[in-house]
């Protein structure tokens, strides 16, 4: 059995090759500021554990990250079950974000795509699909980026193959981007 100190050991080895991210990391909490700042809405999609962190990431953004606030538009792709069933069940699971998009997405927004791998093909579809209505795109993924680095305006490749290590920066980035958020909208 792999001790708690190893996975420590392999996540703090991961913490410290993302700082070589850190720049491509502040450009994209820039883009989030600025797609707030012109009332445009964040939205998530991810699967998974991607999926969970869409979720985490859009709650710290509306309800609160580390100041009391108004609230913040982010809505996590993830979570409305009526949506994701009965599209999975008419139309097929690899449309089920794009579907949404398409909906209720302008120009003014932005997507953060999540994929560890960079190759889930209904977030492929959901950046396409974000693409042609003119949305800006960041992609959150790791191992080499897959076709998701490929396919985003501004993407953040967490170096590392592991899904955990992968899965916890993205968490971290995540939280980086609430906060920065707040203190440059310094709102109230």
């Known amino acids: ?27 994209a ?13 964040i939205l998530l999609c991810g699967n998974g554990g991607s999926a969970a962190d869409c979720q985490h ?11 009391s606030r108004k609230a913040l538009a982010a809505i996590a792709l993830t979570t409305d079950s009526s949506i994701l069933t009965a599209h999975s069940n008419d139309f097929g ?3 089920v974000y794009s579907r949404q998009i ?23 579809k959901a950046v396409e699909v974000a693409n042609l209505k003119g949305l800006t795109v960041i992609g959150l993924t790791g191992n080499d980026g897959g076709e ?28 980086w981007w609430c906060g920065a958020i707040e203190e440059a909208l310094s709102v109230n």
Not at 57 to 67: F, K, S, T
Not at 106 to 124: Q, R, V, W
Not at 149 to 158: A, L, P, R, T
């Open 29 to 41: 909490g820039t883009v989030l500021i600025e797609t707030l700042k012109q009332g445009g809405k």
């Open 1 to 27: 059995m792999k001790t708690f100190v190893a996975e420590l050991e392999s996540h703090q080895a991961m913490i410290t090759q993302l700082i070589n991210c850190s720049e491509a990391i502040e450009m």
């Open 93 to 95: 699971f690899e449309t």
């Open 102 to 124: 398409e909906a209720i997405a302008t120009e003014k927004d932005c997507l953060i795509a999540i994929s560890t791998s960079g190759t889930s093909s209904n977030i492929l």
């Open 57 to 67: 990431i859009a709650a710290e953004l509306v309800v609160q990250y580390q100041r």
């Open 148 to 175: 998701l680095s490929k396919q985003v305006g501004h993407s953040i490749i967490v170096p590392s193959t592991v899904t955990a290590r992968i899965q916890e920066a993205h968490i971290l980035i995540g939280h």
